[in-house]
């Protein structure tokens, strides 16, 4: 028994010291992940930012939902709202956040329940329904962006879920499915309920955003067209480092042709030689064009999850965006991922802004506000008051007051009272 102990530890290797297993673990080469990629990258702090607003804003909008929801009135109880926190997503009780947006949010007490009540000010109502009227005039430019995307679907359908998801970046109204998609029945049909189908291709709208930056590139720098072609604006961000050799494979990815998000062609077969970086490349272009569609030049990430299938995007697409910093850059202000198109942006505002997005950025401003300049607000509240205590009557030619005659008959019954 002894002789197959001592074989035993002979043959076994001792097991190595804690301090070994310290210093393996301290000197291990660190894992690259699309998690490790996502925390090391470099920020912009003007885009960060501006995510931080519009998602105030959105929720926002989403409490004017909820408000407009109740039929009663036009305003809510706080007890009330105190129950939608969970709802709304909020670290911070319902009623303070309303106090800290005045000039969205007017917190009263109703004069006959003497409980306390919100509704939404008129600046802010009057800016929603701006939004309503200019979705209407842009109505023509949401019937491109759909036929687009459409186009750029590989069997030509899209469901009517993810284009709920997008649709005030798309800047859908509402009730698209009606106001749009039944409406313009010689563009787009109804497949069933939830699909929608491109009824004809049109040719005009067959060219890509990035093409006219290509144009202006080989018109205004005198560039060559094999440096053009299929090249895509690079913006990279302050503090960026570049890698041994990285510029040079970004001058070889800029040349490298690919399917054009409109183009009907072979799929790409990805055992090829460079088969791989046209598929990758082609995923970019769509997603370039995907947000180029879009009013803010911005969506979220988890949206874009909905139209992989339709795309033929088989790649995972956080870590397709995070590869290419100088297109796209992604944003973790909240919950969830925002993917922003760089070239559209500078200093944290849109660089061709349309109506739509100035309406939106005027009801942001409006937000921002917090409590700034609330004595205009006091001023407005106290000429109201003023208005409705002052009693307005006409006077005839004879000089008589409107309603003078029931005076002498509540006398009478005065003095019929009097003992």
Known sequence: MSLVCNLRHRILPPSPSPLVLFIQRRWKKPTVSAQTRLEDRVRDPHLDKFTTHFKKLDLVLRIHHLMSTRKRGPFVSLTLMSRWRNILGLHVPVASFLHKHPHVFHVFTHPLRRNTCCRITKGMKDLILLEGVVLKQQQMEAVKRVKKLLMMSVSGTLRLHALRLIRRELGLPGDFRDSIL???????????????????????????????????????????????????????????????????????????????????????????????????KRAVAVLHELLSLTVEKMVE???????????????????????????????????????????????????????????????????????????????????????????????????????????????????????
């Open 301 to 419: 990430v988890d949206q874009l999850a909905h139209f992989r299938r339709d795309f033929g995007i088989e790649v995972n697409v956080r870590e397709l965006l995070l590869r290419h910093a100088g297109i796209f850059y992604l944003s973790t202000k909240g919950k969830t991922l925002t993917v922003f198109l760089r070239e559209a942006y500078r200093k944290g505002g849109l660089i061709e802004p349309n109506p739509v997005y100035e309406v939106r950025r005027n009801m942001l401003d409006l937000v921002l506000l917090g409590c700034r300049k609330t004595r205009q607000l006091v001023a407005c509240d106290e000429s109201k008051e003023e208005s409705s205590s002052s009693v307005v009557y006409e006077v005839n030619e004879e000089g008589e007051r409107q309603g003078d005659w029931v005076i002498p008959f509540l006398e009478n019954c005065e003095e019929n009272r009097s003992p």
């Open 182 to 280: 039944a409406k313009y029945s010689g563009d787009f049909r109804l497949v069933n309920l939830e699909v929608v189908e491109l009824v004809h291709w049109d040719a005009e709208l067959g060219v890509a955003q990035v093409e006219k930056w290509r144009e202006k590139e080989y018109v205004e720098k005198w560039l060559s067209e094999f440096e053009t072609k299929f090249a895509f604006p690079i913006s990279f961000p302050t503090g960026f480092k570049f890698e041994r050799g990285f510029r040079e494979r970004l001058k070889n990815w800029q040349r490298l042709p690919y399917t054009k998000p409109y183009e009907k062609k072979e799929v790409v077969r990805v055992k090829t030689c460079g088969g791989i970086e046209r598929y990758e």
